[in-house]
């Protein structure tokens, strides 16, 4: 599994970005894929989680202003980020799994990760 993040950026607070992942070399359709953030001196979190069938999942720090939607004809998936706050500003991840999420219930995501991009949000 490879996958190609981009999107970040550095934007005001109550603005907006939106992320995109792109998935290589395994079958895109059968895998949960998820979000996750990382700030400096902090641990990676899980921000957002798609399943297969559509049914999402937010962390409660983004849930009502994040929306993570796929593409299965375009092997992507994205992460719209709206009323960005500074808090939000890391760098984020995406990530496969192949067991429909399982690894994200239990804390123990997947080894296939995107090389993370930059959201700056400023004050």
């Known amino acids: 599994v490879q996958l190609q993040a981009s999107g970040g950026g550095l934007v005001q607070a109550g603005g907006s970005l939106r992320l995109s992942c792109e998935q290589s070399?395994?079958?895109?359709?059968?895998?949960?894929m998820g979000w996750y953030r990382q700030a400096p001196g902090n641990e990676r979190e899980l921000v957002a989680v798609?399943?297969?069938?559509?049914?999402?999942k937010y962390a409660l720090s983004v849930k009502g202003r994040f929306t993570i939607s796929r593409d299965n004809a375009k092997n992507s998936v994205f992460l719209q980020m709206n009323s960005l706050k500074p808090e939000d500003t890391a760098v984020y991840y995406c990530?496969?799994?192949?067991?429909?999420?399982?690894?994200?219930?239990?804390?123990?995501?997947?080894?296939?990760w995107g090389q993370g991009t930059l959201v700056t949000v400023s004050s």
């Open positions: 070399g395994s079958l895109f359709s059968g895998n949960a």
């Open positions: 990530n496969a799994d192949p067991s429909n999420g399982q690894g994200y219930m239990v804390g123990y995501p997947y080894d296939y």
């Open positions: 798609i399943f297969r069938d559509g049914n999402t």
